[in-house]
């Protein structure tokens, strides 16, 4: 063994012991010497043209890749630029690993370049946060990083590397490298408080499952199955566990969608939630004050927040469920489950009308019916914007784990992340097709980001709801204060398809029902990361804006 660099300690780390093999980031002179070691050592630099756009793509190979995400961002605006995004994975619980230059230690306090106190800044949001001293410590800094970010409830961290100890050079023979990977503990739920939450479940004669992103982040898939196989339990996955049991499935709702969830939550006489929050998405859990709850989280603090548990089942959501399996009955409720159809599908008929039937101009419906006809079944579909995520919400079907993720319909309704999103989604799953379906306001927020695709060669498909304008706002203008006062949220026809084109992507423009199946096929067949922008009715209103705007309505009518 002879001299190693921080820099390069911090690269055969990544790559050696946490298995990181793709980096999203951009830049710049503080962090510059990892940048060589990435070289010296094989990890992938996926170089972006904003940090935001890094911490996104960072966020969502931490749900399709094998490891958590690790963004690198040089100090000060580098780090800045990329809050947005670490904020969206904190309040998303995404084991995103975000590393950072600082200014050099000797010169703090001094006036230095880019010198501010980032940790005191990011420290409410994320799980932990450190800064590296010591080059021997590299090692133990980085694993305490992984570690932090995977264990219990998944969260970002943050970890600085100041120059003074990336560009100095140590014995690597003074350096022991951690146990590569780490162990990761998963625990299970009290025996009692199973048997109690065993014997609502037997008793309950309207029963529900609410499944979130406790179980996309579980290996958790044949344990869900044999439970609701076994205790015929109507249920909806959302977040990133849809698709752990696929939408179509004979006892998922999601044929109505969010209007089958208000639905069965209004009439069930027991809810099962599994490793979602009750936050304002789900009413803060105040919309089945009839129901009994047994709650599943990984988070002691999440059991009776918001709401109290009649059992609360702290652990994995695998293991919990495992205990379960051992302890429920084989029950059937058909009649239950036929009930709840025959009330809520009439309510979706509409928008299931407007799927089928082609019209002028195009309703957001249809575009992601004919989106949903013209991919591979065992497509990505990533979704962003305000209307447009309603859309794709209730007319995508997702057939795996995470294969269909609402990016801005999180907690942080962060608009902006579909094509980051959707750029980490392909590099991570390769073999498959990934589809962007974008409002135009939410596309221009990274629409840089295609130059990033096509110097890497990332071959996506991106659908633009083209409503030429913020929708979701300017229908909440219209209803709050009429149509004569909307400010603000108009955009007008904008060919971002030309400029998808001017940066080497293939590009078209869609205006009619019969034009689009074509152009999405010529888009997929491209081979190139390629931009479909699709005229789409302009007055269209989704039940999402009417539910916005009155959440936000102080004064009642």
Same mark, same amino acid.
């Given at each position: ?16 012991? $946490? ?203 044949? $344990? ?272 971002? $398809? ?9 590009? $078209? ?49």
């Amino acid at each position: 063994m002879g001299q190693i660099y921080g820099g390069h300690l911090v690269a055969k780390v990544l790559k050696e012991v $946490e298995g990181v093999v793709t980096v999203f980031s951009l830049a710049g002179g503080h962090i510059d010497r990892i940048y060589d070691g990435f070289y010296e050592y094989g990890v992938r630099i996926v170089d972006v043209r904003h940090e935001q756009a890094a911490a996104m793509m960072a966020h969502a190979w931490s749900i399709f890749g094998e490891h958590p995400g690790v963004c690198l961002v040089t100090a000060g605006p580098g780090f800045t630029n990329a809050l947005t995004g670490l904020v969206n994975a904190a309040l998303d619980n995404v084991p995103l690993v975000l590393i950072s230059g600082t200014a050099p230690v000797r010169d703090w306090d001094r006036g230095a370049l880019q010198e501010m106190n980032q940790s005191a800044m990011v420290r409410s949001v994320v799980k932990w946060s450190g800064v590296c001293h010591d080059i021997k410590r590299i090692p133990e800094y980085i694993a305490k990083a992984f570690r932090h970010a995977v264990s219990g409830r998944p969260g970002p961290v943050f970890l600085e590397f100041p120059p003074d100890i990336l560009n100095i050079r140590v014995d690597e023979a003074l350096v022991p490298l951690p146990a590569k990977g780490g162990r990761i503990y998963r625990s299970a739920a009290d025996a009692e408080a199973v048997k109690k939450a065993a014997e609502l479940i037997n008793r309950a004669e309207k029963p529900l499952i609410v499944g979130g992103s406790g179980v996309g982040f579980s290996p958790c898939e044949a $344990e869900l199955a044999a439970f609701v196989s076994k205790t015929g339990i109507p249920f909806l996955l959302l977040n990133n566990g849809r698709g752990a049991l696929p939408d179509n499935h004979p006892l998922s709702l999601w044929d109505g969608g969010q209007v089958a969830l208000l639905t069965a939550m209004s009439l069930a006489d027991l809810v099962v939630i599994l490793g979602i929050r009750y936050n304002w998405l789900l009413m803060f859990g105040q919309t089945f004050p009839q129901a009994k709850v047994v709650r599943v989280d990984i988070d002691a603090t999440e059991i009776d927040r918001n709401r109290a548990s009649d059992v609360g089942l702290v652990g994995d959501t695998g293991l919990v469920l495992g205990q379960l399996n051992a302890a429920v009955e084989k029950r059937d409720h058909g009649p239950w489950l036929k009930s709840l159809k025959e009330l809520y599908l009439p309510g979706v008929a509409g928008e299931v009308a407007a799927r089928k039937n082609p019209s002028a101009p195009i309703h957001p419906a249809r575009l992601v019916e004919m989106v949903r006809r013209t991919m591979p079944e065992d497509a990505i579909f990533i979704v962003d914007g305000g209307d447009t995520c309603y859309f794709g919400l209730m007319g995508l079907r997702a057939k795996a784990k995470s294969s269909v993720i609402i990016g801005a319909g999180g907690l942080f309704g962060c608009l902006g992340t579909g094509l980051p999103f959707a750029l980490a989604a392909k590099l991570a799953r390769p073999e498959k097709t990934v589809v962007l379906i974008n409002g135009d306001g939410s596309f221009g927020l990274n629409a840089m980001e295609f130059d990033t695709a096509v110097r890497h060669g990332i071959p996506i498909v991106s659908v633009i709801c083209n409503d030429q304008a913020w929708g979701m706002i300017r229908h909440g203008q219209e209803i709050s204060y009429g149509k004569a006062r909307t400010v603000g949220s108009g955009l007008g026809v904008v060919h971002y $398809e030309k400029m998808v084109e001017a940066l080497g992507g293939y590009g $078209e423009l869609v205006t009619k029902d019969e034009e689009l199946g074509p152009a999405l096929m010529r888009a997929l067949n491209s081979g190139k990361p390629a931009c479909v922008n699709v005229m789409t009715d302009p007055t269209v209103t989704s039940m999402a804006t009417l539910l916005f705007v009155d959440s936000l309505t102080m004064e009642k009518k």
